[in-house]
């Protein structure tokens, strides 16, 4: 027996190293790449939404006069807080983050020399209005982290969509409340734009925007517009309506203006508006808030209350657009850069 010590230890060694041979083998290519995974990067470009993260918007604040820097979503999450009430329904919230991330990426192609130096966009109504996260805190108080939850909540559910008119991201005009109807892009901006058709949007009459009345005196009236009134009852007489069943052009004592032009030169809240006067005063009522242009915010929250998607209002107030990712128009930004 003590003669076969040496056989079954040489025996035992061989099957050891059997063992032990296939593991050390296999070891140096045990790795990702034996799993597949080491070239995952390599195949998988980035996607839109690492691709919308480390594209900056640079914001310039008005009040303070500098420019801030963030990340194209944190920016469209700055835009819905302050553009909409955080309580509108969700689908409502996604349809306003398609139509703010959608504005600033064609904003971002088409570069607008008309900003600050160093700036894409301001934080005003020219633009897209935009608060910061420490100013939202001090406008929404303690409930702060339950608003910006909504909002954020609705943006992540679009990151990296936008809206898309024959292969370009379209001009995604929205307003507060319309009369009823949204208007032709023509009949108030300078150019007709196909996606931007006058379409019915019965919901807003729940708007707290709805009607508003402003009274001017006669003398404030003659001064801003250029006309003298004199002892006339008759302001003026309506010569056409647009679209949307506003004022298209009116004729005050033989000079002409556009519903635009009163609109804007009196600081009205719509083109839809009547008038009187009561003795030196004038009495205007409007119905609608904005240019009425493209979306309605609230014609899409009462949409969004009757149960319709977010991809359902962008498609009533957008005519013939398409969503589709922002991969394509960030690279194209981004090679420009």
Not at 281 to 291: C, L, N, R
């Amino acid at each position: 027996m003590k003669q076969l010590k040496p056989v079954l230890i040489i025996i035992s060694f061989i099957i050891a190293v059997s063992f032990v041979v296939p593991t050390l083998l296999v070891l140096p290519f045990s790795s990702d790449q034996a799993s597949g995974k080491l070239d995952e990067s390599k195949k998988n470009p980035p996607t839109e939404e690492k691709l919308s993260e480390s594209v900056e918007v640079a914001v310039y604040r008005s009040n303070t006069e500098t420019i801030e820097k963030l990340p194209l979503e944190d920016y469209v999450v700055g835009v819905v807080a302050s553009e909409v009430p955080a309580e509108f329904e969700m689908e409502a919230l996604k349809a306003q983050a398609l139509a703010a991330r959608t504005y600033i990426v064609s904003h971002l192609m088409a570069k607008d020399e008309s900003v600050p130096k160093g700036a894409d966009v301001t934080d005003t109504i020219s633009h897209q209005v935009y608060k910061s996260k420490d100013e939202l805190k001090k406008l929404w108080g303690p409930d702060y982290d339950r608003k910006l939850e909504r909002i954020t909540k609705a943006v992540l559910e679009t990151q990296g969509k936008v809206l898309s008119y024959n292969g370009s991201p379209i001009t995604a005009s929205f307003f507060s409340t319309s009369n009823g109807y949204t208007v032709n892009s023509e009949d108030y901006f300078p150019n007709e734009t196909p996606y931007l058709k006058s379409v019915e949007s019965p919901w807003d009459k729940d708007s707290p925007k709805f009607e508003e009345q402003k009274i001017v005196s006669v003398a404030e009236f003659e001064q801003k517009l250029g006309v003298e009134l004199g002892d006339k009852e008759s302001v003026g007489t309506i010569t056409s309506r647009t679209s949307g069943k506003r004022v298209g052009s009116i004729d005050i004592n033989g000079k002409e203006f556009t519903g635009r032009e009163i609109r804007e030169s009196l600081g009205l809240a719509s083109t839809d508006f009547t008038w009187y006067r009561k003795q030196d005063h004038i009495v205007i009522s409007t119905k609608g808030y904005g240019h009425g242009v493209g979306m309605s915010q609230y014609g899409a929250n009462g949409m969004a209350e009757e149960g319709k998607s977010f991809k359902e209002i962008v498609n009533h107030y957008y005519s013939g657009i398409d969503i589709v990712g922002t991969d394509k128009f960030l690279k194209q930004y981004t090679a420009k850069k």
